[in-house]
């Protein structure tokens, strides 16, 4: 059975850090590439990160460009997003996703909330 | 980049309705269009992809149409079930691969 699990997300201040994981199990992880969608609170989903299967490639929506990280540990079966200078506007759940030409599998999502 | 328009923002239908969701994109995007259902409190989850494509284990009441600029999302009887926020999602060769504003879709 596939499952997607989030964790790492909290409260922080303004500027902040925070540093997602998504640990995957129950299918061979390094032949798929993954994703990072949002949602924040009473909003729509947002897709905000990308990356190809072997972590060569790496996409995110310009919102977060230059302050969120993707990565992945293949031999670790898991998928991180480092969240550096955090927005007030990155308060959301992030779920991570698997790709198949579209996000077949979700995690149940992590919770960030980034408040002074 | 390319715009994603679904509409209606919102809708209100009886059970057994048949309820329509469109959605616009700003370039042709052939059939890289997928939905997703999402219910409160709950992660999303595939409905169709490739336009038309109905996901394993989906009920037939949901279908997709369209292709190039304009697609349609379709609910043939509504559910009691069925309440949940509808998104579409542009997805081609490579990201950014951005969602729609989203349906929401309630019991009158």
């Known amino acids: 059975e596939v499952q997607l699990v989030e964790f790492g997300g909290g409260f922080v201040q303004p500027g902040g850090s925070l540093r997602l994981s998504c640990a995957a199990s129950?299918?061979?992880?390094?032949?798929?590439?993954m994703t990072w969608v949002r949602q924040a609170p009473g909003k729509g989903l947002e897709w905000v990160a990308t990356i190809k299967e072997d972590g060569s490639d790496k996409y995110y929506v310009d919102s977060v460009k230059g302050r969120f990280t993707i990565s992945r540990d293949n031999a670790k079966n898991s998928l991180y997003l480092q969240m550096n200078s955090l927005r007030v506007e990155d308060t959301a759940v992030y779920y991570c996703?698997?790709?198949?030409?579209?996000?077949?599998?979700w995690g149940q999502g992590t919770l960030v909330t980034v408040s002074s | 980049d390319i715009q994603m328009t679904q509409s209606p923002s919102s809708l209100s239908a009886s059970v057994g309705d048949r309820v329509t969701i469109t959605c616009q994109t700003s370039?042709?995007?052939?059939?890289?269009l997928n939905w997703y259902q999402q219910k409160p409190g709950h992660a999303p989850k595939l409905l169709i992809f490739?336009?038309?494509n109905l996901d394993t284990g989906v009920p037939s009441r949901f279908s997709g149409s369209g292709s190039g600029t304009l697609f349609t999302f379709t609910i043939n009887s509504l559910q009691p079930e069925d309440i949940a926020t509808y998104y579409c999602q542009r997805y081609d060769n490579l990201p950014p691969w951005p969602f729609g504003q989203g349906t929401k879709v309630e019991i009158k």
């Open positions: 490739d336009a038309s």
């Open positions: 129950g299918f061979t992880f390094s032949r798929f590439w």
């Open positions: 996703a698997r790709e198949s030409g579209y996000e077949d599998y």
């Open positions: 370039q042709d995007i052939s059939n890289y």
